[in-house]
Structures are given as structure tokens and as C-alpha cells.
């Protein structure tokens, strides 16, 4: 009975493996991007008071990783890249390029479309909406701009949250910084639902999640210095998943803020076992059939969020096709996306690429 335990013990250590986060991201984000979009899809049709069983299989693929997932994978990401190249101006200079420039690109037609035909939509918001201080004034913006918004502001913070954090290398005391920051991070939360509750509502969708970015920064130090190994991975899932049952009941309690902490830890729980399944399929030989789908949704995964929210925006504000109903609005916006995704990502590459050489001879983007 013992060995059989010990057996067991080993092929799970086996089974989840601290690197799949990084040897998977991709898929990762593929399976976000979809949540997204599918959800997205759900709520501008009203599918939730349609049909249950297409918006129950929706909020399953938000329980995944949707956009908290996201702001880990983001988060994973940026350590891997500030780690091996810690030069501030090369780490902005890429982040621009990646970010915000494509958002400014795609966005600005659909905000000159709206200065010129809505006449309640003024240059001041045009300004603040392109530069995404709109979020951080009024809140939420364009059905999901919000995420831009928190990325920019947590990808001009990451420098400073990476020396504060890693500036010792011993253990204890990363952790001891971690918490403490998570700490803080919910506590200004607190305080600006306390103190302005209306604009607190309309900001929490972005607000509220940020902690997962660090949680993603903290995961890669302890994977790629070899800090976390297979079995204390393994505790650390059940952790989160003994965590995530503890909310449940709290949520009785403390029905906002332990749904918000259930949907991060949620993440934490499901991401491992994804890529547990993902690579038990690659060991079957059947991983290429499922991933390599995932991969291409995650490669475009920016594309394809920035063209579903402005495309559906520009159909609701537009009557190109005329009198058309809100699921062939969202069904096209959805169509569209994926469609100029490609092409979309080839544009922006060859024009930020040529823009940004033309700035800095010879520069050469490294990914």
C-alpha cells in the first residue's frame, strides 16, 4: 500500500512540472483570448437570459484564464525578458511597440469615427481615450480598453516592482515582499471603494486583479532560478485549491471580495492543470491537435482582443449594414477578428518595425 502511495506521489510530481507555465503560455493565452471573446459574446447578445447551456459553456472557459490569467501570463513574461536584459529604456522601448502602439493604431480610426459623427464625444475624451487615462478618470471604456489601461500602468511600474522585490535573492524575504505588496494592492482597493464607491464600480473590473500580474512575477523568479520543485509545486496547487474552497464559504460573508479572490485563485488552480493535460496529450502523441489551434489564438491573442471590442463598438455606432440585430453585431465583430488578425498583425509589424528603425538605426527587436 505504501509503495502503491509512493508510486502515486511520484507520477503526479511527474505530471506537474513548475516550467509547463512558460512551455505553455502561449496555449495559455490562447485559451484566455477565447474566454474573452466568448464571454464578450454572451453579454452583448443577452445569450445569458437565452440559452444557458451556450453561456454556462462560456463561463467554463472564463473559469480557465480570461483576463486574470492574462495579467499573470503578462506578468511570467516580463520577468523571463527584464531578467536576461535589465536595460529600463530597452524594456519601454519594447513594451511601446508591443502594446501600445498596436492599440493606438487600431483604435484611432474608430476614435476620429466618433469625434466627427457623435457630438457628445469630444476632443477631451478622444485625447483621453488614446492615451488610456480615460480608465484611470471615469473608468471602463470601449467594453474592455481596460486592460490596456492596467497593462501600460503595470508595465511602466515593472522596473521598480522588480528591484523592490528581487533586490535580495534569499527566499524568505521575496516572500515577505510579496505578501506585502499583495497587501497593499488590496488595501488601496479597499480604500478607493470606500472612499469613492461610484468610481470604484466602474474601475474594479481592472483594479481588482492587478495582484495576479505580481503573483505572475513572483511564479517565474521561483521557476526559473529553480526555487520551486515538482512536489512543493504540487502542494502549492492543492494550496490554492484548499484556498479557493475557504472563499467559497467566506463568499457568504464577503460576497464581493471573495468572488474577486476566487476568480484569481481559480486561475492558479486551472492553469497547472491544463498544462498537465496538455502534456499528457503530447505524450499521446495528440498535443499538435489541440495546441497548436491554442498557440495560434495566442500569438494573436492582442490582435484579436483589440479588433472584436472595435469592431463591435464601430457596428453599434454605425449603420453600415442597417438595422441589424445585436448577435449579428457581435457574431461579425467575433468573424471579423479572427479574419484580420493575420494581416492585421503583419500590418503593425511592418509599420511599428520601419517607425521605430527609422527613430533608432540599426535597432533590432528581440523577442
Known sequence: MRRRRIETHQRMKALFKPNDISHY???????????????HWCLWDGLQYISDGLYNLCKVLVALVFTEGFLFLSGFGLYYSFSRNPDIRSFYHRRIKRLYLPFFLLSLPLYLFLLITDKEYGIVTFVEQIT???????????????YVAVSLALYFLFPFIYRFLFSNKETKVILVKGIVLLLLIF??????AVLNHEYFQRASLGITKIPMFFLGMLFAYFTKNGELSEKNYLYLIILFAALYLGLSFLRKYFDFWAGVSMAMVQK??????????????????????????????GKYSLELYLLHLNIYL?????????????VWKATLAMIAA???????????????NKKTESVSPGHRETR
Not at 496555449?27 to 466568448?38: C, P, R
Not at 492553469?271 to 489541440?290: H, N, R, T, Y
Open 268 to 297: 492558479m488552480v486551472f492553469m497547472p492543470l491544463i498544462c498537465a493535460f496538455l502534456s499528457v496529450l503530447e505524450k499521446i502523441k495528440l498535443g499538435v491537435i489541440i495546441k497548436q489551434p491554442l498557440d495560434w489564438f
Open 314 to 326: 464601430f457596428l453599434s455606432k454605425c449603420n453600415l449594414f442597417g438595422s441589424i440585430t445585436v
Open 25 to 39: 503560455r502561449q496555449a495559455l493565452m490562447g485559451i484566455g483570448i477565447l474566454g474573452v471573446m466568448a464571454i
Open 132 to 146: 488610456t487615462v480615460y480608465f484611470w478618470t471615469h473608468g471602463n471604456y470601449g467594453n474592455g480598453m481596460w
Open 187 to 192: 488595501s488601496v482597493n479597499v480604500a478607493i
Open 338 to 352: 479572427i479574419v484580420l488578425c493575420v494581416p492585421t498583425n503583419k500590418f503593425l509589424s511592418c509599420l511599428i
